[in-house]
């Protein structure tokens, strides 16, 4: 049975990985100045027309990373929130970590600050937002539904915070700060992105690591321990790394927490129910980012769509779903 579980699994991350390189052509082909692949991935590698090659490294191929690894990391943290809480509605949206990075690093671009700012000061307000859920809702060891509850009433107060912030301040530092509000990957400095990678590939072992004691962590507290697992350190771990990525992901696109919600679902229905999907909710949330982000910039052309509205409107209703789903059902 292992040995069929361990297969799918694979044979899931190699479907997710197609639909990632699926992603990225289309990133690289559609938009105002439209070409086929066989234009657009020469021009990536510096080859063809001077014009295509203009379009898609200075325009296309940064906005391309940085969807790759918003997405990714996001999902990587959707996958261990929901896994720690044992609860689908556990994101880093729906628990306040996403609110207070923006709100932090808002909070740095209305004032003065370096490129380095936002990128700091959305960690430091992920892991505020994370520390006080977590001792609000009781601890390392509260359930899932109390920790999700207490979550969302930290998000309310920090996205005020965010409306407040914005409202308050002089008109171009507002704009300056829109970005990190709204969710966008469109024209991100280069300082948040490449530590958003260097962060990813530290993350991205310790949450494969971790995802292997999660498994057992599914069953129960006690389960585990009896299984030799450190149930308080494990949790404290992944709450660390799932805190990380979502604050250096938000730090470069704002706040795209439906990525989180719907990446780790998707992946679990490609790679199966068993395990903790980490490697396909990476793959599932750069794909998602990515698309939304190529939907975002063509359908309203010219008139570009943030991609954090764009994973909204598809996250809406998987949400309303759950929460439906979720309600106790009284017996005849």
Do not use: K
């Not at 469109?186 to 991205?204: D, S």
């Not at 938000?250 to 068993?274: K, N, W, Y």
């Amino acid at each position: 049975m292992s040995v069929l579980v361990r297969l799918r699994a694979a044979l899931g991350c190699a479907m997710l990985a197609g639909a990632v390189l699926l992603a990225v052509t289309a990133a690289l082909a559609v938009g105002t100045v439209p070409m086929s692949p066989l234009r657009s991935l020469p021009a990536l590698a510096g080859a063809g027309d001077p014009a295509d090659v203009l379009v898609v490294q200075r325009l296309r191929a940064p906005r391309l990373v940085a969807g790759l690894l918003v997405g990714a990391a996001l999902g990587v943290s959707g996958c261990l929130m929901q896994t720690l809480a044992r609860n689908r509605l556990a994101t880093p949206g729906t628990v306040g970590i996403d609110d207070g990075a923006t709100a932090f690093a808002v909070a740095s671009v209305v004032g003065a600050s370096t490129s380095l700012a936002p990128s700091a000061m959305a960690l430091t307000g992920a892991a505020t937002a994370a520390a006080l859920a977590l001792g609000l809702a009781g601890g390392a060891g509260t359930s899932g539904y109390r920790f999700v509850v207490v979550g969302l009433g930290v998000g309310a107060v920090l996205g005020s915070i965010t409306s407040l912030l914005l409202v308050r301040a002089p008109i171009d530092a507002a704009n300056a700060a829109f970005p990190w509000a709204v969710g966008t990957i469109n024209a991100r400095p280069a300082t948040p992105v490449t530590l958003l990678g260097y962060g990813l590939a530290g993350c991205l072992p310790l949450a494969l690591l971790a995802g292997r004691r999660l498994t057992v962590l599914r069953l129960s507290d006690s389960v585990a321990a009896g299984l030799g697992v450190r149930v308080r350190a494990v949790r404290l771990a992944a709450l660390a790394v799932a805190v990380v990525c979502a604050g250096l992901a938000v730090a470069v696109g704002g706040p795209l927490g439906m990525a989180a919600l719907l990446a780790p679902e998707a992946a679990r229905r490609v790679c199966g129910p068993h395990g903790v999907p980490v490697l396909g909710s990476a793959l599932a949330g750069a794909t998602l980012v990515l698309l939304a982000d190529t939907a975002g910039r063509t359908f309203a052309a010219p008139v570009e769509v943030p991609a954090g509205l764009v994973t909204a409107v598809i996250g809406g209703p998987y949400l309303l779903w759950l929460l439906l789903a979720s309600r106790p059902r009284r017996l005849p």
